[in-house]
């Protein structure tokens, strides 16, 4: 019969497949953030990056961050879906990513002063 829908199981593991490429990368993903967060806050913070409300902050973002990197692996599975296979299909969407969540690290620096005027600090 054609035209008939995979098994469940065998499209579960092609999706695993997927996200197991991007669980390599999602190291590289931290990292490259994690060294812009640095180079861009911390001179201009100074002692009050380390402080217990910007620390949650920045544990938010890389949550979120974490959270916006699945979206590469469900990309690319969807593009082998189409048809569209290549071995630049990976490389491209990581960049993509990074460079999309680049300016989201700068956007998360306004946060820490109001962070500290809501609970009362200087």
Known sequence: ???????PRAGMEALKSFFR?????????????????????????????????????????AAIANLCFLAGPLAEAYLYWLGIRSRFVKPLLFLGGVLVSVP???WFMPLVP?????LGGS
Request: aromatic residues 12%.
């Open 104 to 106: 989201l690290v700068w």
């Open 21 to 61: 490429g991007w669980e390599k990368l999602r190291l590289s993903y931290n990292l490259i953030l994690a060294g812009i967060l640095l180079v861009s806050h911390l001179p201009v913070m100074k002692g009050e990056f380390f402080t217990p409300m910007a620390l949650l902050i920045w544990l938010v973002g």
């Open 114 to 118: 109001l962070a500290r005027w809501r």
């Open 1 to 7: 019969m054609t035209g008939t829908a995979p098994e």
